[in-house]
């Protein structure tokens, strides 16, 4: 019977691209223990697919396809009103292709047998729990597995420092958070006066930026909602300004107040938060 083994082996001797390997490779990760098939209630959501081959979802989509036309792998999909009543996910069984070269592990001492082919066909298709393990050639016990480790962190301690090793551990160190533009309400209010939204981190940027150097808070605010209530402007969204072009160019400055009360001016504490901030 085909295993783990024998289609690891393949893969790496295939012409498929490096996407398809990898998907099929994760997928191998999820099989039941000494089966090929990753039942529906341990299957990884396609969301959790993205995350662990790091592809993008029209990537995983693509190759997931080839996968399947090929005879990689076979999906077992649930009905709608499964998916959407009890949230069934869809099983995946991975398969050599027909007229690829089957490899022999010769350290396997299993044998194939027809009941042992029936009993994967029922987990697969009818979707019963298995044990989701990550190695299927063989599991070594736990004390095994310990003794061929290097050394662990606790006994590298307890070498360091003896009996008062624990003494010795370095303090884990934590960084203070700075303050951000994109979480001061004044920001929040400028960006929300914009007409048009788009990169609210770069526009925090040039917002510290031009509070640094002494621009009132309230007068951007004010620029921004008289640059939002302009009837001269242009109304096309290809000519309005992003909040961070606004700043960034200057155009700012031809809505600003006329007068400005100095009593409103920004003070050096708000000043000195904006200078930190990266």
């Known amino acids: ?41 341990y299957a990884p959501s396609f969301t959790g697919l993205v995350k662990e081959t790091g592809l993008s979802r029209g990537s995983l989509s693509k190759y997931m396809n080839q996968l399947e036309e ?41 044998t194939s047998s027809g009941d042992e082919r029936a009993e994967q066909e029922d987990l697969f298709t009818a979707g019963t729990p298995g044990e989701p393990v990550q190695d299927t050639n063989g ?7 310990k003794s061929n480790v290097g050394p662990t962190s606790s006994s590298l301690t307890e070498k360091k420092g003896g009996a008062g090793g624990s003494q010795g551990q370095p303090k884990k ?7 951000t533009p994109v979480d ?23 917002w510290a930026e031009i509070v640094a150097n002494g621009v009132p808070t309230k007068d951007l605010i004010l620029a921004a909602e008289a640059y939002r209530d302009d009837p001269t402007r242009n109304g096309l969204r290809t000519y309005i300004k992003t909040p961070r072009n606004f700043l960034v160019d200057g ?24 200078r930190d901030y990266d």
């Open 1 to 41: 019977m085909t295993d783990r083994w024998a289609v690891e082996r393949a893969l790496l001797t295939s012409g498929l691209p490096s996407q398809a390997r990898l998907i099929v490779f994760v997928l191998l990760t999820h099989v039941s223990q000494g089966t090929l098939v990753v039942p529906s209630k």
């Open 70 to 110: 090929d005879g990689w792998v076979e999906r077992n999909r649930p009905t709608t009103k499964e998916a959407i009543a009890d949230q069934a996910r869809t099983g995946y069984r991975v398969q050599l292709p027909s007229g690829v070269v089957q490899h022999t592990n010769q350290f396997s001492t299993r």
């Open 139 to 145: 599991a070594r016990s736990g004390a095994e597995h």
């Open 173 to 179: 160190r934590t960084r203070a958070k700075k303050p």
């Open 184 to 206: 001061d309400p004044n920001f929040v209010a400028f960006y929300a006066a914009m007409p048009r939204k788009q990169d609210p981190d770069a526009a925090a940027r040039a």
């Open 251 to 274: 155009r700012y400055k031809q809505y600003l107040p006329n007068c400005k009360n100095e009593d409103e001016d920004v003070n050096d504490t708000e000043r000195a938060a904006y």
